[in-house]
């Protein structure tokens, strides 16, 4: 009996130190078997993307055992661990997922922009977001100013002018004492200053420039420009109020009542050169200047000038369709109808003689009075030891032809234009 017992302490005590080294072994083979390779969720990044908010829970996925040398458990390598003599707590904290905090999360990000291409860090520099949508110029530079102001001042050149020296146009009505005169026989145009005063802005440009909608991103400038639109804005603004031409100053000009005391609005005038019409030479005709004459012969009437008293073929038997009168032997004036009928005074011959080889300098085709078309010439022509000018007018009504010359010195020429180009026009068949 006593040999049994004695044999029964030494297993009780080999149960008892099993059971310890299972109750040991056993939280070791729980812990060790939590998964070693932590993955976080998509969610958690997402709503976390800069770092910058608490740390990110992760999701933990166990990896599937793929391949022969995952078969052994994770307990049983750290059983192996344990009869090797390594100690128990080491393999369970080498086994802890990593822990992430928000400011891993940070210098995560300032790595990620340091290491960005050096051509990128530059273009973010240089191109910084506007916090506020960038002006344009307020208004215009000098260059264009000027560039208005001479379209604003030069007028083409008209075809005619009239007696008092303004634009014949398509108003022009033929038989008034205003007469069209060809801008040939006018003077030169004339250089003149033009000068405007215009309301210099803050930023240097004058007046008021208007923009389809008033605004401007500032990506349609360079980086120099948008530095520049930057430091305007940051100006002062000027005080309220218009400009000389009438135009309400913009918001940007506007000064508000907070500003310093006395400041004034600044003006500069600009002045450019255009080219103007020069003043009328002609002398301006009156109703005194002609007195009307009937050619019962001829059946026509017209206005005879007074300055032509003398009647050439006075006194001669025959008198007919033609009248002749003149102050000189170069001023003159004759008058006259063809009509193919006749075949007693002239014979149905041209009465008006040739002029030679002679051009002439200019042509047209106007309106009378009657509304016939009265084709005219203008030659210069020598005569008497001086050059003259011929205004050779013609038209044509009911088959008949009349006839009208005017010849003049061109010393004169500002006298005799007008009255000459006045009788073409009032040349009337009766």
């Known amino acids: 009996m006593k040999s049994q017992i004695c044999w029964d302490k030494p297993v009780g005590i080999l149960a008892t130190g099993l059971l310890l080294l299972a109750g040991t072994v056993c939280p070791l083979t729980g812990e060790a078997a939590l998964p070693t390779h932590p993955v976080l969720s998509s969610s958690a990044t997402d709503k976390n993307p800069k770092g910058t908010g608490p740390a990110a829970v992760p999701k933990q996925v166990t990896r599937p055992e793929t391949g022969r040398e995952n078969r052994e458990s994770v307990a049983d390598k750290i059983w192996n661990k344990v009869r090797n003599g390594s100690v128990p707590g080491e393999s369970a904290q080498n086994n802890r997922p990593p822990q992430t905090s928000a400011a891993a999360g940070d210098s995560n990000q300032q790595t990620n922009h ?4 050096a051509s990128v860090r530059e273009e973010h520099a240089a191109y910084p977001e506007p916090a506020t949508p960038m002006q344009a110029p307020a208004g215009y530079t ?3 100013i000027r560039e208005q102001m001479i379209k604003k001042y ?6 005619f002018r009239r007696v008092s020296g303004a634009e014949a146009g398509t108003d022009y009505r033929p038989g008034t004492m205003d007469v069209k005169i060809p801008i040939l026989f006018f003077p030169a145009d004339e250089v003149r200053d033009v000068s405007e005063t215009f309301q210099v802005n803050p930023d240097g440009t004058l007046g008021t420039k208007t923009f389809g909608n008033g605004e401007s991103t500032g990506r349609e400038y360079s980086v120099a420009a948008q ?3 930057q430091e305007m804005q940051k100006q002062k603004p000027q005080p309220a109020g218009k400009n000389r031409e009438g135009n309400a100053l913009s918001g940007q000009q506007r ?6 005391a006395g400041a004034r609005q600044k003006y500069k005038t600009v002045t450019v050169q255009v080219n103007v019409p020069a003043p009328s030479p002609f002398r301006q005709l009156t109703s005194g200047d002609f007195r009307w ?3 019962s012969k001829g059946h026509y009437v017209f206005a005879l000038p007074h300055s032509l008293p003398q009647d050439p073929l006075k006194g001669l038997p025959a008198e007919g369709p033609m009248v002749i009168r003149a102050a000189a032997q170069n001023e003159f004036m004759a008058v006259s109808m063809d009509d193919p009928s006749d075949t007693y005074y002239y014979k149905n011959v041209d009465t008006f003689p040739t ?4 051009k002439p300098v200019f042509t047209e085709t106007r309106k009378s009075i009657q509304g016939n078309d009265v084709n005219i010439k203008y030659i210069r022509y020598f005569i008497s030891g001086q050059y003259c000018l011929i205004v050779d007018g013609s038209c044509e009504r009911a088959g008949k032809t009349c006839r009208a010359a005017v010849v003049f010195p061109e010393s004169k020429q500002y006298e005799y234009l007008p009255k000459a180009l006045y009788v073409m026009e009032n040349l009337k068949a009766i």
Not at 114 to 117: I, K
Not at 154 to 159: D, G, I, L
Not at 355 to 358: E, I
Request: hydrophobic share 25%.
């Open 114 to 117: 340091s290491s960005a291409p």
């Open 142 to 144: 000098e260059a264009e």
């Open 154 to 159: 030069t007028r083409p050149r008209p075809a």
């Open 227 to 229: 530095k520049q639109i």
């Open 255 to 260: 000064h508000s009542s907070s500003g310093a």
């Open 293 to 295: 004459f009937t050619n």
């Open 355 to 358: 002029y030679g080889k002679a």
